[in-house]
């Protein structure tokens, strides 16, 4: 039993890391490109959003 909340706890830890990594590259791409295109960081975010649900 105990083997098994380790085991839990660990894929969980790994599971929080990768989104915290993919998360960060996303910011980091999407501030590179408010600053190529001149925009806000937040208007790149809802340029992205409105083409994504079209």
Request: hydrophobic share 35%.
């Amino acid at each position: 039993m105990e083997k098994d909340i380790f085991d839990i706890k660990k894929n969980k830890d790994l599971t929080v890391s990768v989104h915290y990594t993919i998360k960060s590259s996303v910011i980091e791409k999407v501030k590179k490109i408010a600053k190529e295109k001149s925009m806000s960081e937040s208007r790149v975010v809802n340029t992205i959003l409105e083409n994504f649900f079209k």
